[in-house]
């Protein structure tokens, strides 16, 4: 088996790690702070690495971090630079398409190869290897990285040579998401306006006509009121400028944003819902009221 690594083993990353262990590959894990995904990882065979520089060594690194700033921080052309010659870094995160560019020059300059897979799934999909994985970058090195991916995924998307493309898809899909939450608010406060119970709205949907996993998964989370913060508030809000910015550079007008992004800065602004999970946005629609 292959000597893989995998850098951020955070909640996210450590079911995406531990596949990487069922299928028997030898795995350096680096990780800013200690945590019980840390220990948990070592005790089942990973071996911890002090720096990002000794996980370069591997022959697929894979990395999964939270923001632009601190992939840019973390892979910085020094530290690109003391990879290994046949190393391939395969960028798993959500990130915007300036820091996915830069990412990709860095790594061109040091030589050395360079594929974005953004996933797509929750924790526990990730935890039972179950991700949709978006791929951009070189098909000679897609073709070589994906046998080492599989444990991981549903399934492999491959969308060209470029890595910002993979990252495009998946701040669209990020964006449909959030259409979602915004649709699945709006219907299920106007019934239960009526008196009806929201989950029951629910289950007609899913069961008629929009069969997804986030219709199920978030209607659920709106009907029960349930928003522990599996994501973020303040993620989803930078998913959502993700897309802002992505449609400003190809000059894209996309009509519903601003009430979007009204409804993300009313949230992040609310003490009872800035922490919760972004589908908490639809306590601000059962809280409306026409004027």
């Given at each position: 088996?292959?000597?893989?690594?995998?850098?951020?083993?955070?909640?996210?990353?450590?079911?995406?790690?531990?596949?990487?262990?069922?299928a028997?590959?030898?795995?350096?894990?680096?990780?800013?702070?200690?945590?019980?995904?840390?220990?948990?990882?070592v005790?089942?065979?990973?071996?911890r690495?002090?720096?990002?520089?000794?996980?370069l060594?591997?022959?697929?690194?894979?990395?999964?971090?939270?923001?632009d700033?601190?992939?840019?921080?973390?892979?910085s052309?020094e530290?690109?630079?003391?990879?290994?010659?046949?190393?391939?870094?395969?960028?798993?995160?959500?990130?915007s398409?300036?820091?996915?560019?830069?990412?990709?020059?860095r790594?061109q300059?040091?030589?050395?190869?360079?594929v974005?897979?953004?996933?797509f799934?929750?924790?526990?999909v990730a935890?039972?290897g179950?991700?949709?994985?978006?791929?951009?970058?070189?098909p000679?090195?897609v073709?070589?990285?994906?046998?080492?991916?599989?444990?991981?995924?549903?399934?492999?998307?491959?969308?060209?040579d470029?890595?910002?493309?993979a990252?495009?898809?998946?701040?669209?899909?990020?964006?449909?998401?959030?259409h979602?939450?915004?649709a699945?608010?709006?219907?299920?406060?106007?019934?239960?306006?009526?008196g009806?119970?929201?989950?029951?709205?629910?289950?007609?949907?899913?069961?008629?006509?929009?069969?997804?996993?986030?219709?199920?998964?978030?209607?659920?989370l709106?009907?029960?009121?349930?928003?522990?913060?599996?994501?973020p508030m303040?993620?989803?809000f930078?998913?959502?400028?993700?897309?802002?910015?992505?449609?400003?550079?190809?000059?894209?007008?996309?009509?519903?944003?601003?009430?979007?992004?009204?409804?993300f800065?009313?949230?992040?602004?609310?003490?009872?819902?800035?922490?919760l999970?972004?589908?908490?946005l639809?306590?601000?629609?059962?809280?409306?009221?026409?004027?």
């Open positions: 088996m292959a000597q893989l690594a995998f850098i951020g083993v955070g909640v996210m990353g450590a079911g995406m790690a531990g596949n990487l262990l069922n028997g590959h030898d795995l350096l894990i680096w990780n800013r702070s200690d945590s019980e995904a840390v220990a948990e990882l005790a089942r065979g990973a071996t690495v002090a720096t990002i520089e000794e996980a060594q591997a022959e697929v690194v894979c990395s999964m971090l939270a923001t700033q601190a992939m840019l921080d973390r892979f052309p530290v690109i630079a003391s990879a290994s010659p046949s190393t391939v870094h395969v960028s798993m995160a959500t990130l398409l300036e820091a996915v560019d830069e990412l990709e020059r790594h300059d040091a030589g050395i190869a360079f974005s897979a953004p996933v799934g929750r924790p526990n935890a039972a179950q991700l949709n994985i978006a791929l951009g970058g070189d000679a090195v073709e070589r990285v994906s046998p080492l991916l599989q444990p991981m995924a549903k399934q492999l998307w491959n969308f060209g470029r890595p910002r493309n990252n495009l898809v998946k701040i669209a899909v990020n964006y449909n998401l959030i979602a939450i915004q699945l608010s709006e219907s299920i406060a106007l019934v239960e306006r009526a009806i119970d929201g989950q029951q709205l629910v289950d007609l949907l899913t069961s008629a006509a929009f069969t997804g996993s986030a219709y199920t998964g978030y209607g659920k709106i009907a029960s009121k349930d928003y522990a913060p599996l994501f303040p993620l989803g930078k998913d959502f400028r993700l897309a802002e910015s992505a449609a400003a550079e190809y000059d894209l007008v996309m009509p519903s944003t601003p009430v979007l992004r009204q409804q800065e009313a949230a992040l602004a609310d003490d009872e819902l800035k922490d999970d972004w589908s908490a639809a306590e601000l629609v059962r809280r409306s009221h026409a004027n």
